[in-house]
C-alpha cells in the first residue's frame, strides 16, 4: 500500500492528499490540547467522535444550502474534503457570555447575550490566536472588507442553523468557532465553511442542567471528554444509547 502524503498537521487534524485533484482526506487525531496546547492528552475515541458529528454538522449545513469543504465520510476516521484557500483567521460567534469574553468583559458565565457577537482571531499559534478587529484585518490585508461582510453573515447563517439543531437535544450553544476557505471558480472567489465543527470548537451546555458537553470537560478537569462527546452524538442519534466499556461504536 502506497504511504500517503502528509500536507499538514494540527493539533487535533492531519490532511494528506486526496485520491482526486483538489482534494484532502482529514484525518481526526485522539489528541485534546487546552490553553495553546500547554495541557495535551490522548483521548481514545476522541477522533472516532469528531469526525462523524463534524460530517453531521457539515452535511446538515450544505442541506440549507450554506457551502462546505465537506464532501463524504470515508471511514471512521477520515473524511473526504475539498481543498480551499484559507483564510489565517478564527471567526467566532457568541451566544452566552463565557471563557475569554467573561474574563474581558467581567461578565457573568452564561449570561445571555443582547444579541449573537462575532469576533476575529488570527490563526497564530505562537501568539495564541490573538483578538483582532476588522481594522487589522483590512490593514494587514488578511481578508477584504467584503470578505469581513461576507464571514460574518456566514457565521451568524451557521449560527442560527446549529442553535436550532442543538436546542432540538436538549443543548444551549454557548459559543462556537469556524474556519472560513475560499474556493476559486475562474476568477471568482466562494467563501465555505472549512475545518470542522464538533464539540472541540464549541461551548454546549444542557439546557436543564448547565452540564458541560464540549472541550472544557478537558480544560477544567470536569470530568470524562469522551463520555461529553459521546453524549453529544446520543442525542443526535448517532451512537446507541446504552454505553459500551469499547470505546464509542457509531451508528452508520
Known amino acids: 500500500m502506497a504511504r500517503r502524503k502528509k500536507v499538514y498537521e494540527g493539533k487535533a487534524k492531519i490532511l494528506y492528499e486526496g485520491p482526486e485533484p483538489g482534494t484532502y482526506v482529514q484525518y481526526f487525531k485522539d489528541d485534546a490540547t487546552a490553553f495553546n496546547a500547554e495541557k495535551r492528552e490522548t483521548i481514545e475515541g476522541k477522533g472516532v467522535l469528531n469526525n462523524r458529528l463534524s460530517e453531521h454538522f457539515m452535511t446538515g449545513l450544505q442541506s440549507i444550502g450554506v457551502p462546505t469543504h465537506f464532501i463524504r465520510r470515508l ?26 469574553m467573561s474574563k474581558r468583559l467581567g461578565l457573568k458565565e452564561g449570561e445571555a447575550l443582547p444579541r449573537p457577537i462575532v469576533e476575529f482571531c488570527l490563526k497564530d499559534d505562537a501568539l495564541g490566536d490573538p483578538l483582532v478587529t476588522e481594522e487589522h484585518i483590512a490593514a494587514f490585508g488578511w481578508a ?49 465553511v472549512a475545518d470542522e465543527i464538533s464539540p472541540d470548537s464549541c461551548r454546549l451546555w444542557d439546557v436543564e442542567t448547565d452540564r458541560k ?28 444509547k446504552q454505553s459500551f466499556t469499547s470505546g464509542p461504536k457509531l451508528v452508520h
Open 75 to 100: 471511514n471512521m476516521r477520515e473524511q473526504l474534503i475539498r481543498q480551499v484557500e484559507m483564510i489565517p483567521l478564527e471567526v467566532i460567534v457568541r451566544n452566552y457570555a463565557a471563557g475569554s
Open 144 to 192: 477584504t472588507q467584503q470578505d469581513m461582510d461576507d464571514m460574518i453573515a456566514l457565521a451568524l447563517r451557521v449560527n442560527d442553523f446549529l442553535s436550532g439543531m442543538m436546542l432540538g437535544v436538549g443543548i444551549r450553544l454557548i459559543d462556537f468557532k469556524i474556519e472560513i476557505g475560499r474556493v476559486w471558480e475562474d476568477d471568482y472567489a466562494r467563501l465555505v
Open 213 to 240: 458537553l464540549d472541550k472544557d470537560v478537558f480544560r477544567h478537569d470536569l470530568g470524562d471528554l469522551a463520555d461529553a462527546y459521546s453524549e453529544v452524538a446520543r442525542r443526535f442519534g448517532l451512537m446507541p
